[in-house]
């Protein structure tokens, strides 16, 4: 009985790598670097389309976030119990689906806005890192740059450039 309460009480929001914390603290960070905030899904992360749209100094940033997967399933009938599926497996499909959907955004939106910084967030998680050096050689090679924000388990934020 108290091992169903505690699955019953499992909540993965609380996990500073959960994707809503991830991004509500990149949009606290850009807020208070002067960007003008358009669109925050923070509060919503399975809203469709761009996460966070932010412009400074006519330069729109189009950001995609992704969290790191928790260990444990986060909802369903077997909430609160640990995963076949290890977290770093879940993550390279969570970090290819984000880099899709930044290459797509900037399809979707060239037209509308003078100038585009295209961006993903991630929590810093070393299994990001891994991730990003296996593409990095790719997107030097071909001069295609992409902002990388990282925040940190204490909500600092680090930027990194895909294509350095």
């Not at 990095?136 to 680090?158: E, H, L, P, Q």
Request: proline share 2%; glycine share 6%; net charge positive.
């Amino acid at each position: 009985m108290q091992n169903q309460v505690k699955m019953k009480e499992f909540d993965h929001k609380i996990d500073w790598f959960y994707e809503g914390n991830v991004s509500k603290k990149l949009v606290e960070y850009l807020k208070n670097n002067n960007y003008t905030i358009s669109k925050d899904n923070s509060d919503n992360i399975k809203a469709k389309g761009i996460d966070i749209i932010c412009e400074k100094e006519g330069i729109t940033e189009l950001i995609e976030v992704k969290g790191f997967p928790s260990e444990f399933y986060v909802n369903g009938k077997n909430k609160g119990k640990i995963k076949r599926t290890k977290p770093k497996q879940q993550a390279k499909h969570w970090f290819s689906e984000v880099l899709l959907s930044c290459i797509y955004n900037y399809g979707n939106y060239k037209g509308k806005y003078k100038s585009i910084q295209l961006a993903i967030a991630f929590p810093k998680k070393d299994r990001y890192f891994e991730l990003l050096k296996g593409v990095s050689d790719f997107f030097m090679d071909n001069k295609i740059s992409i902002r990388i924000y990282f925040v940190d388990k204490n909500g600092k934020i680090t930027i990194e450039k895909l294509n350095q």
